[in-house]
């Protein structure tokens, strides 16, 4: 099965946008939750945005308004829009199907990816 592999992490300023991407070659994300997850060193990872596979969406009180998270099962990706970053949104931002959608926690379904660094500084 296929790795997940995160994309799009980076530098920008607080206020900025960012999009990150998840992908999976050769795995199939229909029928899956979908979340993605941050961690910051000294933390545990946790859930801070997930998507049904009916498009429902869930997300941490910190985030609302300001991330989205989509996917597109025709190209088994899926995808965070962070608008309107805060520095306290610094962390290395991962994805995988989750069993529980639970705000905060993690219930991975598959092996987790490298993850990709997002830094909002000035």
């Known amino acids: 099965q296929g790795q997940l592999v995160e994309s799009g992490g980076g530098l920008v300023q607080p206020g900025g946008s960012l999009r990150l991407s998840c992908a999976a070659p050769?795995?199939?994300?229909?029928?899956?939750?979908m979340g993605w997850y941050r961690q910051v060193p000294g933390q545990q990872r946790g859930l801070v945005a997930g998507?049904?596979?009916?498009?429902?969406?869930i997300y941490i009180d910190s985030v609302k308004g300001r991330f989205t998270i989509a996917r597109d099962n025709t190209k088994n990706m899926v995808y965070l829009q962070m608008d309107s970053l805060k520095p306290e949104d610094t962390a290395v931002y991962y994805c995988n199907a989750d069993g529980l959608l639970n705000l905060g926690s993690a219930y991975p379904l598959w092996n987790w990816g490298q993850g990709t660094q997002v830094t909002v500084s000035s």
């Open positions: 050769g795995r199939i994300f229909s029928g899956y939750n």
């Open positions: 998507i049904t596979n009916s498009d429902i969406t």
